[in-house]
């Protein structure tokens, strides 16, 4: 993708969050039936994070992952959310000061593609749902690799694409059609909701992320497909 074409993608991107952030987290749970809790809690158990480290969650949108891993680091840890809407930050604010989590976590609008961090700063560097809708992948996973420091992790949750190519093509039919129309009657908001499928059409399969994290300079990666690779979990230790 060239220069003009990610600064499109990212402009329209920015465009469709700032106008769901609202609904994002009623349509999250009606769009993976509530899995994505489950899954999250499996991702956090597995990173085996403790109180007092500290995490970036890049592109954390409305912060529910902030949220469980300031609930995790506790008031000796500090948690960054960094995300480019202000309108998905902001109702993010809302549910951190809820949760009374806010002396453990900052929020910052910032791009993905270019963390305002010094290398080698967090424990954990985490992005969720999010490594489909920025410009350039790589460039995302480089700069994630960058500021984790040596032994810690970079973590990522996002759709996939099933192996087993008969119910592949089963989820593609709910992803591509029937979610969009689930969208258009829940909260009218077709548009926004056809272009989100669409963008795991050039995203890369497990497998393909897994060597795009090595080459991000992580190893080991780790790879769990959850409801028969509907999600992937990437795990990749910075060496
Ligand atoms: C599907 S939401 C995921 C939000 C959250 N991580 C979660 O798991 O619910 C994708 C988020 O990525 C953010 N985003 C997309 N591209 C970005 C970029 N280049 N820089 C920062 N945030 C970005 C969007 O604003 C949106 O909040």
Known sequence: ?????????????????????????KMNNVISFGS???WRNYTMKQMGIKPGQTALDVACGTGDWTIALAQTVGPEGKVIGLDFSQNMLDIGAYKISQKKVDNIVTLVNGDAMKLPYEDNTFDFVTIGFALRNVPDIQTVLN??????????????LEVSKPPFKPYRQLFYLYFYKILPLIAKWTINKYEQYAWLPQSLTNFPDSRELATMFQKAGLDPVQVKLFMGGVAALHMGTKP
């Open 1 to 25: 993708m060239n220069q003009t074409h990610q600064r499109d993608k990212a402009e329209f991107v920015h465009s469709v969050f700032e106008s769901i952030a609202a609904d994002y987290d």
């Open 36 to 38: 994505h809790i489950a």
């Open 143 to 156: 700069e994630m690799a960058r500021v984790v420091k040596p032994g810690g992790k970079v973590v990522s």
